[in-house]
């Protein structure tokens, strides 16, 4: 990062962040020389946190835990769209997309890893290192007692601690890879607890004690703070509170779960709105502490340590608010950032992520009569409830809740009934942002998505991209970006980075559902001295969607107001009418979008320079889809309004 950069990240800290991370440079000045002398384990050490016997796994799950570590087996996997056969026996500093190899024997912290030209694509690296495939792989030895899937487990992990000592190589730069490491080492020691020499790749080997031990050290030394207390610093205690609950191995263990424990209930609570959604306002981040939360706690209690009934109302909350969110086909809004970031892997390709999550929730907490049900089985949450005890809290909402205050989220949608698919619109009236950097937001402050039947209509084009490329990053996370009015050719909230935005626009909602209709407004300043007011209304029965755009402003500014259409969404765009269509469940489906008349409006499908027209399925994944913009000046001829006409 240039000087400027410093300086505008250090402006958003305060006077005890700025004490803290100067402890950290001294830390890394200090330990430069060498890693530390590790404590001597404690002798007798057993692993006790073991699977009771009888637990049953959905057959659907089974055949794809299993499928997956065949595959795995055969040295193939993919990661962020990148397809490698080299998994059986992996270079672990390799990208394979770029060809670069991240120097191995370098001291951590004098890494750029942030710079793909020097160590190639970071999460390319980065994800195998989880050893989430390790997981599948004991997973299925643990439903089969076949030694193959444990003897690869084992292989890749004594390749792994060789290849990676204390402080060197990229894999001991940031404190989340370590915590979800940790986690992951957890429930490979358990899965593996019927394999004859699961004792001997843990417990009894040296170099598993050294590498554990220097894990959680390093996490001790090292926290997130601050600003940066995100999802980050809920990976790094989840992963430390289970590696000291199931290996409490060492002197410094009953300090360092005590500790974690503390750390987790209050950065869960910091980081969730009374209402239950994460305070990033990034779903896939929602979803990904969730995991580790649920992870964590269940470890903690699994060895007779008391967690506190605080921390557990707080996921139950996080429960509970996911199963209001999503559409008919259990997908969440596609907000914010997502890397496709899983706290713990115990599933084949092709689980529903969102639907094992409340499969668990059910486990965990006990569903409610509003929950939609579960979209087929999983193994995660059988193996989590056999070590849980239910967790029945009070206070729940009775009623689908479509209204998040604090979060500023709020949702219309008209049942699917009489053959007719669900319209889900997710409104955004929110803050900007978690904490001062707001690293994982989006300028997309009064943007909306709509799905019929769970297809993207007016689709939240994704992230696609944390480093590498600044202008795909700037794109996605762009006003013009997501479907709301860009003024001036700027955003609305101010970027000084990747993870840092030094200006937030601030959002007001100014009506919400009530009494039963469908009606949402509210308005923005970040493009003060003017204003930016929206008001979306849905009517049920005329299968209507109404968007109408308000700028006030002492001038005329340059607007654009941008559609981005579904990736399954054909259009047919002639003046300001378009008419759109799509497949779903093998039938076709029609809409027609009457745009505001006092903008031109053009088609926009795969542009590179600058980029435009593009959706994300996923991290490190893009594809063309139609992007609609509508460009004027403000102030003429009144409020733009958008009409969305659903045929069936």
Request: charged share 20%; net charge neutral; aromatic share 8%.
């Amino acid at each position: 990062m240039d000087p400027a950069w410093y300086l505008r990240r250090l402006s958003r800290m305060g006077p005890r962040e700025v004490a803290g991370r100067a402890a950290d440079v001294l830390n890394r000045r200090r330990l430069r020389a060498g890693p530390p002398e590790p404590s001597a384990p404690l002798p007798r050490r057993r692993f006790t946190a073991v699977l009771p016997g009888g637990v049953r796994v959905p057959p659907d799950a089974r055949a794809r835990v299993l499928a997956t570590a065949d595959q795995l087996l055969d040295g193939r996997a993919e990661y962020f769209g990148v397809t490698r056969d080299d998994m059986a026996n992996p270079d672990w500093s390799a990208d394979p997309k770029t060809g670069r190899r991240a120097p191995s024997d370098a001291f951590a912290f004098d890494i750029p890893y942030r710079h793909e030209d020097v160590v190639g694509d970071i999460k390319q690296i980065w994800e195998p290192s989880r050893h989430q495939h390790l997981t599948v792989l004991a997973t299925a030895y643990c439903l089969t007692g076949e030694n193959r899937y444990a003897q690869r487990v084992a292989d890749h992990l004594k390749s792994w601690w060789a290849a990676n000592p204390p402080l060197l190589g990229v894999h001991w730069v940031s404190g989340i890879e370590l915590g979800i490491r940790l986690l992951s080492w957890v429930w490979v020691r358990r899965l593996l607890d019927g394999w004859p020499g699961a004792a001997g790749l843990f417990e009894d080997n040296p170099e598993a004690l050294h590498q554990i031990w220097h894990h959680q050290n390093w996490l001790a030394t090292f926290p997130s703070r601050g600003s940066s207390a995100n999802n980050h610093a809920i990976a790094e205690t989840a992963g430390q509170l289970a590696a000291a609950s199931a290996f409490p191995w060492f002197p410094e263990s009953a300090g360092w779960r005590a500790a974690a424990l503390r750390s987790l209930d209050a950065h869960l609570d910091a980081n969730t709105f009374g209402s239950g959604l994460n305070r990033e306002l990034a779903t896939e981040y929602h979803g990904l502490v969730l995991e580790l939360g649920v992870a964590a706690a269940v470890e903690a209690e699994a060895a007779g340590v008391a967690v506190p009934e605080s921390l557990w109302r707080t996921l139950l909350r996080m429960t509970d608010a996911l199963a209001a969110i999503v559409d008919t086909r259990l997908r969440p809004p596609r907000q914010g950032d997502g890397d496709d970031g899983h706290g713990l892997i115990l599933d084949g390709g092709g689980t529903d992520r969102w639907s094992a999550l409340l499969s668990t929730g059910d486990a965990l907490f006990g569903r409610l009569d509003w929950w939609p049900a579960p979209r087929g089985g999983d193994a995660r949450t059988a193996l989590l409830a056999a070590l849980a005890r239910p967790h029945r809290g009070n206070g729940r909402p009775w009623t689908r809740p479509d209204h998040f205050a604090d979060a500023g989220l709020t949702l219309l949608r008209t049942p699917a009934e009489d053959g007719r698919g669900e319209i889900w619109c997710r409104c955004d009236g929110g803050p900007h942002g978690f904490l001062s950097i707001a690293a994982h937001a989006h300028a997309d402050a009064l943007s909306i998505e709509v799905r019929h039947d769970g297809v993207d209509i007016l689709a939240d084009p994704g992230t696609f991209c944390y480093h590498g490329d600044p202008a795909w990053r700037a794109y996605f996370r762009s006003t013009l970006g997501h479907n709301t009015v860009q003024l001036d050719d700027t955003d609305q909230s101010t970027s000084g980075g990747p993870f840092l935005w030094t200006r937030h626009a601030a959002t007001r909602v100014l009506a919400r559902p009530s009494g039963g209709v469908p009606r949402w407004c509210a308005e923005h300043d970040g493009y003060r001295p003017a204003v930016h007011r929206r008001t979306v209304e849905l009517a049920p029965a005329g299968r209507e969607l109404r968007i109408s755009d308000e700028i006030t402003a002492d001038r005329h500014h340059p607007a654009r107001l941008a559609f981005h259409l579904g990736p399954r969404v054909t259009v047919q765009l002639s003046g300001h009418t378009a008419l759109l269509g799509w497949t779903s469940r093998g039938q076709e489906q029609a809409a027609v979008l009457d745009l505001p008349d006092g903008l031109t409006w053009t088609e926009h499908r795969g542009q590179t320079d600058p980029p435009l027209g593009w959706y994300s399925p996923g991290y490190g994944r893009r594809e063309p889809a139609t992007t609609l913009v509508g460009s004027g000046l403000t102030g003429r001829g009144g409020p733009l309004t958008t009409l969305l006409r659903f045929s069936h």
